[in-house]
């Protein structure tokens, strides 16, 4: 009985040394925390400042712009303004959002939710509203291509066809499903948001005394302080630091040595600007657009502005025009009915840019001066409505360039003097 009494003395004794080798609980968070992947969602993405900035730039420069529903008069398109989704396009296409707040919401969850669903409501025949159906309201049969609505929050429930549903997206697989943007970009967005943890982490760290507690003695003995010791006393210096005390006193023959950010947190920091970049190739946005200004100058900035209609805006809008068409007017109707955004919008805010392009238009004959005046809401100007062609161009053998006119203008002269003598 004795020894069995020993053996378990033995077992509690390992057990009390194995529990007080154990780590003590720092107060102050410690830096270095790895990547980690986590469940991203619209918020979490949109907490990401780049991400943030991209969505928002391109949902608002889709919703600046004017989307027509054109009628073929003769050999053009003219918008037909005694339609009645011309007022749904141009003022509210429902009755809780106006066309602007319409359309940046479309777009973001085309980009961040990969498909926007908007139902055409019609009464007696006529349609009457475009509902954007709500985040998560939608399920859409691939095998069926049906769609089953239950919005509450707008009033539509039912089951639809396809040719009954707008359906709106940037990305897909399939043909049939989009995929939002955020969902091939989560290992970047992820270490994105790692490092915005990290960051700050670091500046927590950095905002607090950060130290090295040591004892100057190597030998232990009378008046030495132990290692549990040691550890009780950088528990209370950690903890009077960070309850805002400037100065601690130390006992005994205890050294504090206190650590600044390192020449590695510094070129952490550096780092993040790779990630901006980044996300923005995932988005199609040049840097310059989210204000990272790193490697700017005046023509990068010109051509970029350049790429970002060209190809990223103007595949945006083509989707959409080619819905809306395919959608809302009738096969016998096609080539005599489209729905056009109007792009001279993009131009608006830049008055350079807009006057350098109203000039060409009037040179080349596109547009005459009472078109451009009507369109700036100003009154028209007698013979404004005829149209000038520029005339600085000339075939090179004729007269203006090689002078046979001059020529054949002295010759008459000459003549002429010569009759009156």
Same mark, same amino acid.
């Given at each position: 009985?004795?020894?069995?009494?020993?053996?378990?003395?033995?077992?509690?004794?390992?057990?009390?040394?194995?529990?007080? =080798?154990?780590?003590?609980?720092?107060?102050? $968070?410690?830096?270095?925390?790895?990547?980690?992947?986590?469940?991203?969602?619209?918020?979490?993405?949109?907490?990401?400042?780049?991400?943030?900035?991209?969505? #928002?730039?391109?949902?608002?420069?889709?919703?600046?712009?004017?989307? #027509?529903?054109?009628?073929?008069?003769?050999?053009?398109?003219?918008?037909?303004?005694?339609?009645?989704?011309?007022?749904?396009?141009?003022?509210?296409?429902?009755?809780?959002?106006?066309?602007?707040?319409?359309?940046?919401?479309?777009?973001?969850?085309?980009?961040?939710?990969?498909?926007?669903?908007?139902? $055409?409501?019609?009464?007696?025949?006529?349609?009457?509203?475009?509902?954007?159906?709500?985040?998560?309201?939608?399920?859409?049969?691939?095998?069926?291509?049906?769609?089953?609505?239950?919005?509450?929050?707008?009033?539509?429930?039912?089951?639809?066809?396809?040719?009954?549903?707008?359906?709106?997206?940037?990305?897909?697989?399939?043909?049939?499903?989009?995929?939002?943007?955020?969902?091939?970009?989560?290992?970047?967005?992820?270490?994105?948001?790692?490092?915005?943890?990290?960051?700050?982490?670091?500046? !927590?760290?950095?905002?607090?005394?950060?130290?090295?507690?040591?004892?100057?003695?190597? !030998?232990?003995?009378?008046?030495?302080?132990?290692?549990?010791?040691?550890?009780?006393?950088?528990?209370?210096?950690?903890?009077?630091?960070?309850?805002?005390?400037?100065?601690?006193?130390?006992?005994?023959?205890?050294?504090?040595?206190?650590?600044?950010?390192?020449? !590695?947190?510094? #070129?952490?920091?550096?780092?993040?600007?790779?990630?901006?970049?980044?996300?923005?190739?995932?988005?199609?946005?040049? $840097?310059?657009?989210?204000?990272?200004?790193?490697?700017?100058?005046?023509?990068?900035?010109?051509?970029?502005?350049?790429?970002?209609?060209?190809?990223?805006?103007?595949?945006?809008?083509?989707?959409?025009?080619?819905?809306?068409?395919?959608?809302?007017?009738?096969?016998?109707?096609?080539?005599?009915?489209?729905?056009?955004?109007?792009?001279?919008?993009?131009?608006?805010?830049?008055?350079?840019?807009?006057?350098?392009?109203?000039?060409?238009?009037?040179?080349?004959?596109?547009?005459?001066?009472?078109?451009?005046?009507?369109?700036?809401?100003? $009154?028209?100007?007698?013979?404004?409505? =005829?149209?000038?062609?520029?005339?600085?161009?000339?075939?090179?053998?004729?007269?203006?360039?090689?002078?046979?006119?001059?020529?054949?203008?002295?010759?008459?002269? =000459?003549?002429?003097?010569?009759?009156?003598?």
């Amino acid at each position: 009985m004795a020894k069995w009494w020993d053996i378990t003395r033995l077992w509690r004794r390992e057990e009390t040394e194995r529990t007080a =080798t154990k780590t003590p609980t720092r107060t102050t $968070p410690r830096t270095g925390a790895g990547l980690q992947y986590f469940y991203l969602t619209e918020s979490t993405a949109l907490s990401i400042a780049t991400v943030y900035r991209c969505v #928002q730039l391109l949902s608002d420069s889709v919703a600046g712009l004017h989307l #027509q529903y054109m009628k073929l008069k003769g050999s053009r398109y003219q918008e037909d303004t005694n339609a009645p989704i011309h007022y749904l396009l141009s003022v509210q296409p429902q009755p809780e959002l106006s066309i602007f707040d319409f359309w940046s919401m479309a777009v973001k969850l085309m980009l961040l939710e990969g498909n926007a669903y908007i139902y $055409p409501r019609r009464v007696m025949g006529e349609l009457t509203d475009l509902v954007l159906c709500s985040k998560g309201s939608v399920a859409h049969s691939v095998i069926n291509n049906r769609y089953t609505i239950t919005d509450g929050y707008n009033g539509v429930y039912g089951t639809f066809d396809e040719s009954e549903i707008i359906h709106l997206y940037l990305h897909s697989s399939d043909g049939r499903t989009g995929e939002s943007v955020i969902s091939h970009a989560r290992r970047t967005i992820g270490i994105a948001s790692a490092g915005d943890n990290e960051t700050a982490n670091r500046f !927590t760290n950095g905002g607090n005394v950060r130290g090295i507690i040591s004892n100057d003695k190597s !030998t232990i003995g009378f008046g030495e302080y132990q290692d549990k010791e040691l550890e009780k006393t950088a528990e209370n210096v950690d903890s009077r630091f960070s309850n805002g005390e400037h100065i601690v006193s130390l006992p005994g023959q205890v050294d504090f040595k206190q650590i600044s950010l390192s020449s !590695t947190d510094m #070129q952490f920091l550096e780092s993040r600007k790779f990630t901006v970049r980044e996300i923005c190739r995932f988005f199609g946005v040049h $840097p310059s657009f989210v204000f990272d200004d790193t490697s700017n100058n005046y023509k990068s900035a010109e051509m970029a502005n350049v790429a970002f209609l060209s190809m990223t805006l103007d595949p945006i809008l083509k989707r959409i025009e080619a819905e809306f068409s395919r959608k809302l007017i009738a096969p016998s109707l096609c080539c005599k009915r489209i729905f056009k955004f109007d792009r001279k919008g993009i131009y608006s805010l830049d008055l350079e840019a807009m006057a350098n392009y109203q000039k060409k238009t009037i040179e080349s004959g596109i547009y005459t001066i009472n078109d451009w005046r009507r369109i700036e809401n100003q $009154p028209e100007v007698e013979g404004g409505d =005829t149209v000038l062609v520029s005339t600085n161009l000339a075939p090179l053998n004729s007269e203006k360039l090689t002078g046979g006119a001059t020529t054949t203008n002295k010759t008459n002269k =000459t003549n002429n003097s010569n009759d009156e003598d």
